[in-house]
């Protein structure tokens, strides 16, 4: 009665095995494709997912949006081999093997906001604005 016993209990084990969600089927699409003009060298994603940052050859550091259009290209020390997302959202980690360095980069990501026919004081040339945003009723 034990070797029945022990072929049944094999037989299961191969069913668990088999069912378990390691052996499961993965669906797969490539969503969109950044086409850079030089080889990236590393990439890392913001905490919230917003940005995707590229560092390219030449010390470039290119930051897309997550729906894969370009905002802003800064020009990095050529050093820099290797960046990781900060432990906020407007840091960014860069480190260099040769230099035996890790900098702390803060970014601090810039709206512009069109005024233009909305209700004014002051010279309409002037270079800062100070917006003032309120529920008028």
């Known amino acids: 009665m034990k070797p029945k016993r022990s072929i049944q209990m094999f037989i299961l084990l191969i069913v668990i095995l088999f069912s378990a969600p390691g052996f499961a089927t993965v669906e797969w699409d490539i969503r969109n494709t950044l086409k850079?003009?030089?080889?990236?060298?590393?990439?890392?994603?913001?905490?919230?997912?917003?940005?995707?940052?590229?560092?390219?050859?030449?010390?470039?550091?290119?930051?897309?949006?997550?729906?894969?259009s370009l905002k802003e290209k800064i020009k990095l020390e050529k050093h820099v081999d290797q960046i990781k997302a900060g432990p906020t959202e407007d840091m960014l980690l860069l480190s260099s093997k040769k230099d035996r360095t890790v900098q702390f980069l803060t970014l601090e990501f810039v709206k512009n906001i069109n005024i233009s026919g909305s209700p004014f004081k002051g010279s309409p040339d002037a270079p800062v604005a100070v917006v003032v945003f309120s529920e008028f009723q």
């Open 36 to 68: 850079l003009e030089t080889p990236p060298i590393d990439v890392a994603i913001s905490r919230n997912g917003q940005f995707i940052y590229v560092l390219a050859e030449q010390g470039n550091l290119l930051i897309y949006s997550s729906d894969g």
